[in-house]
């Protein structure tokens, strides 16, 4: 793993207010901050400075060299006008790239960049509440950009920000950037992942309070990306907290770069469906990830969860979880290779390719109860190998200790539990 590093930035402060800016939650702020940032970057660097007090926005897109520095008690809210948010700019949409609403906040191609601080960012949530479902014209929309990138259609010619697609917005999306640094801030709610960094390569996130519990909204998502530690966060999340993704089917395969390098430690997981979950866009592989010594005290429905189907492809090898404590849940480890959710029916699967699954390493595990301690579904295939289970401890198993299909080698150390609540072992 390359060394991370964290850059100090330059000793010039950029006040929004220089530029214009005026607080109270009225007026858009949007013109000014960008003045400030644009300020900065040409000055060699430095801390785009926001006050105390609530500044409306719409999307704030950094550059180069540019800390985004929250004052406590400051609080960016962000417009929910669609409008806001055009142009289109490159991003991607569950693992397919296209051009979609910017997201709120929004780097490409930028070196050194952060967002630091003691304050929030609160987006006003009620459009993208009612973009939450799924109606007609939102899965057309789907298999549109499906069908685009199954048949190599250039990215450029992927818009998505048009009619009534309702592909909704990241809140934070960094995207082929490198040195990125995420440190100290709130955020209260998030129109889809709440923080994408996508092909970015080295960074830290750090001291992090996530709170967002609407449709999608996972803590942080690393996708394509590389060399990034995580600690001290907590995520309080209406989806996964930690995700591993490599992207989707071709896109991934014509982009070729795996997701690596990421270290976990430290974190406190309030409510998510998934401590950690690698997948299950992942067709550009997935290697060398380590999560250690972090709680979920309440409860999810997985703790480890690796997911993929036989249209990804790619790999996942070099998975560890150490030292973690929990509360409920459904399963300790769970690994499924025929997740398809909606898209069994809505696509046809252009491609078969399996995924390669290697190296699972699962140990010092404590949690109050769990339907069943692991359970793990290859594909016959190209069965799932070397998954290692050890020091795993359950106040109580509610179904079945563990299940196994299409897997070699797998081998398990010193699991206990104190009470089982079924009469045989599935």
């Given at each position: 793993m ?6 100090i ?5 950029f006040p929004?207010?220089?530029?214009g800016?005026t ?5 858009n702020?949007?013109?000014a901050?960008a ?6 970057n ?6 785009v400075i926001?006050p105390?007090?609530?500044w409306?926005?719409?999307?704030i897109?950094f550059k180069s060299?540019?800390n985004?520095?929250?004052e406590?008690?400051?609080v960016?809210?962000?417009?929910d006008?669609p409008a806001?948010?055009?142009?289109a ?6 693992g397919?790239?296209?051009?979609n609403?910017?997201p709120?906040?929004y ?5 050194n960049i952060?967002?630091t601080g ?7 949530m009620d459009?993208w ?9 939102h899965?057309?929309?789907l ?6 990138a199954?048949?190599d ?12 697609n309702n592909?909704r917005p990241?809140?934070i999306?960094?995207?082929r950037?490198?040195?990125v640094?995420l440190d100290?801030f709130?955020?209260r709610e998030?129109p889809?992942?709440?923080?994408h960094?996508?092909?970015c390569n ?5 001291n992090l309070?996530?709170k967002?519990h609407?449709?999608?909204n ?9 060399n990034?530690?995580?600690e001290d ?7 996964d907290a930690?995700?591993?993704k490599?992207?989707?089917n071709r896109?991934a395969?014509?982009l070729?770069?795996p ?5 976990i ?5 309030l409510?998510g469906?998934?401590l950690?979950?690698?997948g299950?866009e992942?067709?550009?592989?997935v ?6 010594n972090?709680n979920a005290?309440?409860?999810v ?5 690796i997911?993929t189907?036989?249209r990804?492809?790619?790999f996942i090898?070099n998975i ?6 929990a509360?409920?849940m459904?399963r300790i480890?769970?690994?499924?290779t025929d997740v398809?959710y909606q ?12 995924t390669?699954?290697d190296g ?6 404590t ?5 069943a ?8 295939r190209?069965?799932v190998?070397n998954?290692e ?5 359950a106040g109580e198993?509610?179904k ?5 299909d299409?897997?070699e080698?797998v081998?398990?150390e010193?699991i ?5 609540s079924?009469?045989?072992v599935k």
């Amino acid at each position: 793993m390359d060394t991370i590093k964290v850059l100090i930035y330059p000793q010039k402060d950029f006040p929004i207010t220089r530029y214009g800016a005026t607080s109270g939650g009225t007026g858009n702020n949007t013109e000014a901050i960008a003045k400030a940032i644009e300020a900065c970057n040409q000055a060699g660097g430095g801390r785009v400075i926001v006050p105390a007090g609530e500044w409306l926005t719409g999307p704030i897109h950094f550059k180069s060299n540019v800390n985004l520095y929250l004052e406590e008690n400051a609080v960016l809210r962000f417009t929910d006008h669609p409008a806001n948010y055009l142009p289109a700019v490159m991003t991607s949409w569950e693992g397919l790239e296209c051009y979609n609403y910017s997201p709120l906040l929004y780097a490409f191609e930028c070196e050194n960049i952060a967002i630091t601080g003691k304050g929030t960012l609160s987006p006003v949530m009620d459009t993208w509440k009612k973009w939450f479902g799924r109606p007609d014209a939102h899965l057309n929309a789907l298999k549109t950009l499906y069908t685009m990138a199954s048949t190599d259609v250039p990215v450029e010619q992927r818009q998505m920000a048009e009619n009534e697609n309702n592909l909704r917005p990241h809140l934070i999306h960094f995207n082929r950037c490198k040195n990125v640094l995420l440190d100290g801030f709130k955020i209260r709610e998030s129109p889809f992942w709440t923080i994408h960094l996508y092909m970015c390569n080295g960074g830290v996130v750090r001291n992090l309070d996530v709170k967002a519990h609407g449709h999608n909204n996972d803590g942080v998502d690393f996708e394509m990306s590389r060399n990034f530690l995580v600690e001290d966060c907590t995520f309080d999340q209406g989806d996964d907290a930690v995700v591993i993704k490599s992207g989707r089917n071709r896109d991934a395969w014509r982009l070729n770069t795996p997701c690596e390098n990421i270290v976990i430690r430290n974190c406190n997981i309030l409510k998510g469906h998934v401590l950690l979950g690698i997948g299950s866009e992942m067709s550009g592989g997935v290697r060398n990830i380590y999560m250690h010594n972090c709680n979920a005290p309440d409860t999810v429905f997985r703790l480890f969860f690796i997911k993929t189907n036989l249209r990804r492809g790619g790999f996942i090898e070099n998975i560890y979880m150490d030292h973690v404590k929990a509360g409920r849940m459904q399963r300790i480890l769970e690994i499924d290779t025929d997740v398809l959710y909606q898209w069994r029916d809505i696509v046809p699967t252009y491609e078969e390719k399996i995924t390669r699954i290697d190296g699972i390493h699962i140990k010092n595990i404590t949690c109050d109860a769990t339907d069943a301690i692991y359970e793990i579904k290859g594909d016959a295939r190209l069965p799932v190998k070397n998954v290692e289970i050890k020091n795993i401890h359950a106040g109580e198993v509610r179904k079945f200790i563990h299940a196994v299909d299409n897997a070699e080698n797998v081998t398990e150390e010193n699991i206990t539990f104190d009470k089982t609540s079924f009469s045989t072992v599935k």
